[in-house]
């Protein structure tokens, strides 16, 4: 019995060591592109990884053996959906993961979003680069305030700002990290998008209600839902999913039209123009619009930029707002990114800068990094 004993030890001992084994995963990350990524936000599909404790989870890089800052994407939902990490890729470089258990390191959240009642129902959000808000139902009751585009807070801080603005309330000044100057009214502001039929844009009112999916360190994603309203001859609704990652300073924008026939739907991407000369570029076939203000006074200028994966009908300038023509799929949707820039900030200081950012988003849009999973 004793003999019996010692040899089921020894096989239980056994099969924990390699049960321990398969906790980790390595991962092979390849950058396919003449790119050059510094802190980039990658997915890692979380099918691809071994069964782990999420709370002991750390993401260490094989060749520095230091911890790299990740997040548990879930969507909105109980269950985690990507594993989001933050490298950097040379070109054409090849970088391994490993994902394991151990002591986790404390690193500062890169993004944040928030439901504002204090503000009559803004939805503010910010990464370490830029700031954006929509504006909800609450705002519709003070009419010389309202506005329907989306609205950009320029920062010239890596800190996450926006509570601290809100507290202060004024933040139309300037107090060392940078501030909102950017005018939206009545137009699709820093990139919104409507409907567009019979040579008109037709406007929703605000959101209505909101849901948070992901709210950092990585990672802030949110819906806004609004109310139907009359578009042509048929009511539609529509459902906006924004999401924007540390580092970049485009939103991935995700919209969704339900109706009785939104199938190819007309819509525009915008941009409000500005009385002043500004520089504006219009690229239909790489889907790329954007436009450098003009000065406004002592506080800069902010560029702006609306981004389609693909080409696009039409973009032209029509009564005072940059827009971009493009049609929802087959279900209604479509998928395009929209941002800003600030030149005080110092990263983009002119417009070529700005436009070469864009080029090199939209060819990491088309040149994906590879995940390979290289050990079981």
Known sequence: ???????????CAGNLLTA???TTTTLQISNPSSLTYFDKVIEVPWKTINKIDTAKLIVIESDTKMQIPFQLEKKGTS???????????????????LITTGQREKFASKTYGRYVPERLDDFAWENDKIAY?????????????NAYGMDVWVK????????????????????????DYYHV??????????PYLNDSIYYSKNYVEYKVLDNGPLRTSFQLFYNEWQVGDQKVKVTKTFSLDAGDWLNKIEVNYSGSNVKNLPVVAGIIGRPEPGVKYFNEQNGIMSYWEPQHGPDGVTALSCLFPSAVQKMAEI??????????????????YSGATWNRQSTFTNNNAWVKYLEDFKESLVAKIVIQKISQ
């Open 319 to 336: 009564k005072g707002q940059l827009l971009t023509f493009a049609k929802t799929d087959e279900q209604g949707a479509i998928t395009y």
């Open 133 to 145: 808000r929509m504006y909800g139902k609450a705002l519709e009751t003070t009419p010389k305030d």
């Open 185 to 194: 009214g009545f137009t699709l502001g820093a990139g919104n998008m409507m």
């Open 79 to 97: 269950n985690v959906v990507n594993l989001l990490i933050q490298i950097s890729l040379n070109s054409y470089q090849n970088k391994n993961i």
């Open 20 to 22: 321990n084994a398969q």
């Open 1 to 11: 019995m004793r003999f019996s004993n010692f040899f089921l030890l020894i096989l």
């Open 156 to 179: 010239r801080t890596d800190r996450l700002i926006l509570n601290e603005r809100y507290k202060r309330g004024d933040y139309h000044i300037d107090h060392g990290d940078g501030m």
